[in-house]
Structure formats: C-alpha cells, structure tokens
C-alpha cells in the first residue's frame, strides 16, 4: 500500500503563484511515477502533468503548458509549480502515484491523494 500527501493548495488572485508538494510512503521497493490530476466542481477529473522516475520524461495538458512545471525532489516527491494562474485553475488537485508512468497516464493501478484545494480569484 501507498499512502500519497499533498499540501500546498490556497486562494491566490489571478496571475499569481503557487507550489503544490506530494509525497509519496509505504512501499519502498518501487521506484514511482507522480503526477498532478485536478477536479473542478461539476467536471470531470482531468490530467494535469506527470513526471517518470527513470527519466526526464514530463508531459502537461495544453491548458497549463509554459506556466507549470512539474520536478522531483527526490524518488518519492514532486512539487508542482503554477505561475500566471487563471480563475480557471481553480480546482481541487490531486497527486497521482503509480509504478508505471503509463498506467498513471490512464489512471490505472495509481494511487491517489485526499486533495488540496487551489482557488484564484479574478
């Protein structure tokens, strides 16, 4: 079992900044694959970015290419940084882990976090 954490949500005025942190526990024998999915009131969750372990290997939805960046601190957390945030960003985001980058792309064998609310205001 894996328990994943994220931390880092809060209300910010559009065009600011902020950092989502996950972490990762429990099996220590994987190496993982972490990634970002949000969930807006009314839609459906949607990917957000995912970074691989075992490489560089990043991918972003087009709504959030060049404003975040997703990196790892170490093999078992991943931060989140979004920059020129947009009323709608807001969302409750949620940290995906998986042992297969790809599996994590589908939303197979991944393991998810409770979530953290990110609200920009206009």
């Known amino acids: 079992q894996v328990q994943v954490v994220e931390s880092g949500g809060g209300l910010v005025q559009a065009g600011g900044s902020l950092r989502l942190s996950c972490a990762a526990s429990?099996?220590?024998?994987?190496?993982?694959?972490m990634g970002w999915f949000r969930q807006a009131p009314g839609k459906e969750r949607e990917f957000v970015a995912a970074?691989?372990?075992?490489?560089?290997?990043t991918q972003y939805a087009d709504s959030v290419k060049g404003r975040f960046t997703i990196s790892r601190a170490n093999a078992n957390f991943v931060y989140l940084q979004m920059n020129s945030l947009k009323p709608e960003d807001t969302a409750t985001y949620y940290c995906?882990?998986?042992?297969?980058?790809?599996?994590?792309?589908?939303?197979?064998?991944?393991?998810w976090g409770q979530g953290t609310q990110v609200t920009v205001s206009s």
């Open positions: 970074r691989a372990w075992s490489s560089s290997i």
């Open positions: 429990g099996r220590t024998d994987s190496a993982y694959a």
């Open positions: 995906a882990v998986s042992t297969n980058y790809y599996h994590l792309l589908s939303r197979q064998n991944t393991y």
